[in-house]
């Protein structure tokens, strides 16, 4: 059977165990339609990139699935119909990643307080301050620089 990473978007307003109700029940679809769920992530509620359906966060949920087409056409038709789902995305894939997702691995990295190969120094690199305090002064012009007369 062909093997497929799955997507959905919740609405904010929903909570978080009304969303682990709705992936129960979206398990339960792949499940009667002869497939399986192999891993299921939630990644929490994140910001969007832009407004879906008046909202600008949602519950995002990936689901590993092994499951034959039709039961991806009955899941992504079931999604549809339910009006707390905004967004799904299903690709298929030659193989599922083992361990967690790389949203999973940045919540992380994100939660430890780890900045990467950067250091402390943030993003500015070997550029210093990159203000003005590293260029070299220019003296401000004097009226006596200009040689003309004062006008009356």
């Known amino acids: 059977m062909p093997l497929y990473e799955h997507v959905f978007l919740a609405r904010q307003d929903v909570t978080a165990q009304q969303v682990e109700e709705l992936t129960t029940r979206f398990k339960g679809v792949i ?22 359906n008046k909202n600008r966060k949602a519950h995002f949920t990936l689901l590993n699935i092994n499951a034959p087409a039709a039961a991806i056409q009955e899941l992504e038709r079931q999604q549809r119909i339910d009006e707390d789902v905004l967004r799904i995305l299903t690709l298929r894939v030659e193989e599922h990643e083992e361990g967690p997702s790389a949203m999973l691995q940045k ?7 780890e900045r990467g190969d950067r250091g402390d120094r943030g993003d500015r ?6 203000g003005r305090e590293d260029r070299p002064r220019r003296p401000r012009p004097t009226e006596e620089s200009h040689g003309g007369e004062e006008e009356v």
């Open 31 to 52: 499940e009667a339609n002869g497939g399986s769920v192999g891993k299921t992530e939630y990644w929490g509620v994140k910001s969007l990139t832009y407004r879906i």
């Open 125 to 130: 690199g070997d550029r210093g301050f990159g």
């Open 107 to 113: 919540r992380d990295r994100d939660d430890r307080g």
